[in-house]
């Protein structure tokens, strides 16, 4: 462990929940669909998955996906933002944390898919990547998916440049039992080719 901030808190000061929610809220309302992640996701899952939404800021996803039927837990580091999630679906489970200490946090190790969309692995705190992803495929149950989202260019990350590569991120995928099995280039399924800008990567555990 680092010891250091991670980047999205260098970047906002951990404040950011109420107007990161007003964006989404005014980019609904423009008619733009919110809910890409979720429709993804969804379509990979069994009605009434467990899912873990790792990084799940003010909660948008996993409201939808517990809308759909899912049984969803939110873990986030920001108090910002789940102090938004709780006000919006106080029913939820909601957990404060550190992804790197997930283990630490008292849930379960058996979840159907674990999410990190909106750029979460590469707004970790530096040199704690590899501990999430060994993290996050810990608490998959045997053949549960890990699903993430993540800006390769500075135009898709709000970074001047790009912490993580793909390479890495399938190594440490790979260093923690995981196997790549689709990537695509959007949440909405667009073909995936060397020199996107963004990535959208779907990773399984081997079933027992």
Not at 60 to 87: F, K, N, P, Q, Y
Not at 148 to 159: F, I, V
Request: aromatic letters at 6%; glycine letters at 12%.
């Amino acid at each position: 462990m680092t010891g250091q901030r991670d980047r999205w808190a260098e970047l906002t000061g951990g404040e950011a929940g109420e107007e990161y929610a007003q964006r989404f809220a005014r980019l609904a309302e423009s008619g733009h669909d919110i809910h890409g992640e979720a429709a993804f996701c969804a379509a990979l899952l069994k009605p009434a998955a467990r899912i873990l939404d790792a990084g799940c800021g003010t909660g948008r996803i996993a409201i939808r996906l517990a809308e759909l039927g899912h049984s969803c837990t939110g873990v986030d580091v920001d108090a910002s933002m789940l102090a938004v999630a709780r006000r919006d679906a106080p029913t939820q489970e909601w957990v404060l944390g550190d992804l790197a200490r997930l283990d630490t946090l008292g849930l379960s190790q058996d979840f159907d898919l674990a999410l990190a969309a909106g750029n979460v692995i590469p707004l970790l705190a530096p040199g704690t990547e590899s501990v999430v992803v060994r993290q996050l495929a810990a608490a998959l149950r045997p053949g549960g998916l890990l699903v993430t989202g993540m800006g390769l260019d500075a135009a898709h990350l709000p970074l001047t440049e790009p912490p993580v590569t793909l390479t890495e991120f399938d190594h440490w995928c790979s260093q923690a039992g995981l196997t790549l099995r689709q990537r695509y280039a959007t949440w909405s399924g667009d073909p995936y080719s060397p020199g996107c800008g963004y990535a959208v990567s779907v990773h399984s555990r081997p079933a027992a």
